[in-house]
């Protein structure tokens, strides 16, 4: 058998694989908090929260509605966007003139009653939801067994990552978007809808948790307290990436992931503890995160 | 912030507001002493405990202005701290909430440390990220038990004497630890160090030009704050004797802050009816089948949208208050 300092090789690619699926979800997950951060000022605590919503709302249409996982993976992200909206319209504008941290502590507060109704009304245990037909089974690469959804969830995240980021930086929409962020008054001035905008950012950041999340439902179990879990990683992530760039909090989901995942081959003891690790040592050689502008 | 308000005419209201307080002071000391009488013992040591926790966390975010997510650490890791040394090495109730204390005043000299490189949001993250941290080294160290916890912690007899087992005694130790807890929460912030932690609050620029080191204040309020959080913390572990996870979990940094947002951020004695209300709420849904989760989160939303000077805040900024002679702030 192959070896690699000293470990198979086999356990070795196994546990890349797993990070760099981890990653994939890091990296969706902190793009979103980007992009909402950019424009809205509000660390969106609820990230974790709506996440989750997407994997139920994945397994609850199949459940119900008897609708498959590719309409779910379109029909979810929409349903929590504009859950979003209705949020964002009704309670979190009203906090924008007010210091950010009443932003994080009002999506705080969102978390806990979604996460709270979640537990309430199906525990907290988790429930599987079954890999989509085809995309079952796996294929033999020669060095290593792949699980085929596995692959699928690595290339789809990274093509919703390349996308947000060509929509921000490519299109009038986006260029609208980071215009509104540098100085939203005169984006006013000039007839621009900023109020909509805000609404629509937070809409797309809410649906692309969804999105991770109905991803994710076939990799881990779907439960209510899968959000909470994944958000406090996601927050390191993003102090490593700095939130100024979108492209810096996209390679710093996928570079944490794969550290995590490499962690569990050489010190599995360390791995649930690794990306905070790895934060604390980024903020005191660089304050201002990796990607970071402003400290 | 007082416009038009002449020099005496503030000197008398400052003075009739310390009357008032003094009144109040009064009252609310002859009922913590009765108190034992009228209600479970349990109960109100539990709630001095959270009260001391939210007013030394509301040192920091209501003094200071910064927003810790992670004040569980100092107060579930101060309950760990004591209750091993009392429970395996034998020491007695007063030198092990002390040892609760300084292992709590070193890990927010650490947290601290690596927290005030980045401002505000960041900060929050920063101190939540390394407060998971701290948890899962609770769920695999040895000497926490994971999630067993430190369980039968004895409560030993105070100087060599006097019996903790007995519930009026302890009652009446824990009424001490948290009065003397206030008093230096109080002194604090009427020092000079006080009063520049509460120049950094409102412009963080303008002290730094003035020549303070700002970083080596926010350092110190932050270690006293996590200092006084492990008295909570550790009087707590020795109330119910026992320490657990949950003392450590994020969720407890949350009902801190819910806790000081609920009576007031930035007054003396918000905290403590805000702990007040969060732990007579926890324990009436602990009976019915109702989540608190729920609760707490439509809490915190409804106090963020439309009561954010809290019940004290409000109670000062209202006409009655303003009457009582009583300023409030933003």
Redesign the interface.
């Known amino acids: 058998m192959t070896m690699i300092f000293g470990i198979p090789l086999q356990a070795f690619l196994g546990q890349l694989l797993i990070g760099l699926i981890n990653g994939s979800f890091y990296a969706l997950l902190s793009l979103g908090l980007a992009v909402i951060f950019g424009l809205l000022r509000v660390i969106n605590f609820a990230h974790g929260a709506q996440y989750m919503l997407g994997a139920f709302a994945a397994m609850l249409m199949l459940d119900y509605l008897g609708i498959n996982y590719w309409f779910a993976l379109i029909l979810g992200p929409i349903v929590v966007g504009l859950f979003g909206a209705v949020i964002e319209r009704t309670m979190l504008s009203r906090l924008y003139k007010l210091d950010p941290l009443y932003g994080l502590l009002f999506t705080f507060g969102l978390a806990l009653t979604i996460e709270g109704t979640f537990r309430y009304l199906y525990g907290s245990s988790g429930q599987p939801y079954a890999v989509p037909p085809q995309l079952a089974g796996g294929t033999n690469l020669g060095f290593m067994f792949l699980p085929i959804y596995r692959g699928w969830v690595v290339v789809v995240s990274l093509i919703a990552c390349i996308g947000t980021w060509l929509l921000i930086e490519k299109t009038k929409l986006g260029s609208y978007l980071r215009a509104a962020t540098e100085n939203a008054t005169l984006v006013q001035v000039f007839g621009v809808n900023v109020p909509l905008l805000l609404t629509l950012t937070y809409a797309i950041g809410a649906g692309l948790a969804a999105f991770a999340g109905v991803l994710a439902a076939p990799v881990y179990q779907v439960s209510p307290l899968m959000g909470s879990n994944i958000i406090i990683v996601v927050f390191a992530v993003v102090v490593v990436g700095g939130m100024g760039s979108i492209m810096g909090a996209i390679v710093t989901g996928y570079m944490l992931g794969i550290a995590e995942g490499l962690t569990k081959v050489f010190y599995p003891e360390a791995s649930s503890i690794v990306i905070f690790v790895i934060m604390a040592i980024v903020l005191l050689i660089r304050p201002a995160g990796l990607f970071g502008r402003d400290a | 912030m007082t416009h038009g308000t002449s020099a005496t005419a503030r000197t008398e209201r400052s003075a009739s507001a310390s009357k008032t307080y003094a009144a109040f002071l009064i009252i609310g000391l002859v009922l913590l002493i009765v108190a034992p009488a009228f209600f479970y013992p349990i109960f109100i040591m539990k709630l001095l405990c959270f009260a001391l926790f939210a007013c030394a966390f509301n040192l920091l975010l209501g003094y200071t202005g910064l927003?810790s997510f992670g004040h569980a650490t100092f107060f579930g890791g101060a309950a760990y701290f004591t209750a091993h040394v009392v429970k395996e090495w034998g020491f007695s109730p007063e030198l092990g909430i002390l040892v609760g204390v300084v292992g709590a005043a070193l890990l927010g000299l650490v947290m601290g440390y690596?927290?005030i490189?980045?401002?505000?949001?960041?900060f929050?993250?920063?101190t939540?990220?390394?407060s998971?941290?701290f948890f899962?080294?609770c769920?695999?160290a040895k000497f926490t038990h994971g999630e067993d916890g430190i369980q039968s912690v004895p409560r030993g007899h105070l100087f060599g004497f006097i019996d903790l087992n007995s519930s009026t005694n302890m009652y009446y130790f824990v009424l001490a630890v948290f009065l003397i807890g206030m008093v230096i929460i109080w002194r604090f912030i009427n020092s000079p160090f006080g009063m520049i932690l509460k120049s950094i609050r409102e412009n963080e620029q303008r002290a730094i030009s003035l020549g303070y080191s700002v970083a080596r204040y926010k350092l110190g309020a932050f270690v006293m704050s996590a200092a006084l959080a492990g008295l909570a913390g550790g009087t707590k572990a020795l109330v119910f004797q026992f320490a657990t996870l949950t003392d450590v979990a994020?969720q407890m940094s949350?009902e801190v802050?819910l806790m000081t947002?609920l009576g007031g951020i930035g007054t003396l004695i918000g905290p403590i009816f805000g702990a007040g209300l969060v732990v007579t709420l926890q324990n009436y849904l602990a009976t019915s089948q109702?989540?608190?989760?729920?609760?707490?989160?439509?809490?915190?939303?409804v106090?963020?949208?439309v009561f954010?000077r809290g019940l004290i805040g409000e109670f000062y900024a209202s006409r009655l208050g303003r009457k009582l002679g009583f300023e409030h702030r933003r």
């Open positions: 927003l690596v927290a490189r980045r401002q505000g949001i960041y929050a993250m920063i939540l990220a390394l998971q941290m899962f080294f769920l695999q994020w949350g802050i947002l109702f989540p608190v989760t729920i609760v707490t989160g439509i809490v915190f939303m106090c963020v949208l954010r």
